[in-house]
């Protein structure tokens, strides 16, 4: 089991350079993107999430973000090259000190990165109402989207890479979040950050 704590410092390798300080990731509606959001804002960080690695290439490409999707769902070697930026980006001496995606933590463990792995835990009804809050559809609705969401997610997963993301094996920290509400996870996760400043 992962441990339930957390450290955050500018990890030196040689020559005085720093790679990313955290990854962050969870199911979809676990809360990464706001945790990630508010530990920018109180540390000065810079991010990077692989949403965005998605939304730059379908723009590189001079595509919608709907045909793209289509294009990785049906070509897995696109998928698979939006993996290769972001493992670029994390090796990266001078990118940002937070990396936000399903497999980040994955990515930072099997590259060897030292760095801090959180895993976002969340439990599914909790991800679902806040699907309900956002987008107005019934919990039952939102339950067996997620679910859906989730087992296409593993698939792909598993057979681009054996990976699972739930696996505990990379992350450093996993954090249960399902009881607490978004400022509370951040004022407990900056508590531990500056006791480790």
């Known amino acids: ?82 993996d290769e930026i972001l493992k670029q980006k994390m090796q990266d001496p001078n990118g940002p000190e937070v990396m936000e995606s399903r497999l980040s ?23 679902a109402q806040r699907v309900v809050n956002r987008e107005g559809v019934s919990l039952e609705d939102a339950i067996a989207a997620n679910k859906k969401r989730s087992e296409i997610d593993l698939d792909r997963y598993q057979e681009l890479y054996g990976l699972n993301p739930e696996d505990s094996t990379p992350y450093t920290h996993i954090l249960d979040a399902s009881e607490k509400t978004a400022d509370e996870v951040l004022e407990y996760t900056m508590q531990l950050l500056r006791g480790f400043e």
């Not at 339930?4 to 500018?10: E, G, I, K, R, T």
């Not at 590189?60 to 090259?81: H, P, Q, Y």
């Open 1 to 82: 089991m992962a441990r339930m704590c957390w450290f955050a410092s500018y990890v030196a390798i040689s020559g005085g350079e720093n790679l990313p300080q955290i990854t962050i990731s969870g199911h979809p509606g676990s809360g990464t993107s706001t945790l990630v959001s508010g530990i920018c804002e109180k540390m000065d960080w810079n991010s990077l999430n692989g949403g965005q690695i998605f939304r730059d290439e379908a723009k590189r490409r001079d595509m919608s973000l709907s045909e793209f999707g289509i294009l990785c769902a049906n070509d897995f070697t696109v998928d698979k090259s939006l």
């Open 105 to 127: 933590g994955w990515w930072a463990h099997l590259l060897n990165l030292d760095c801090i792995r959180i895993w976002l835990d969340v439990n599914e009804n909790v991800r």
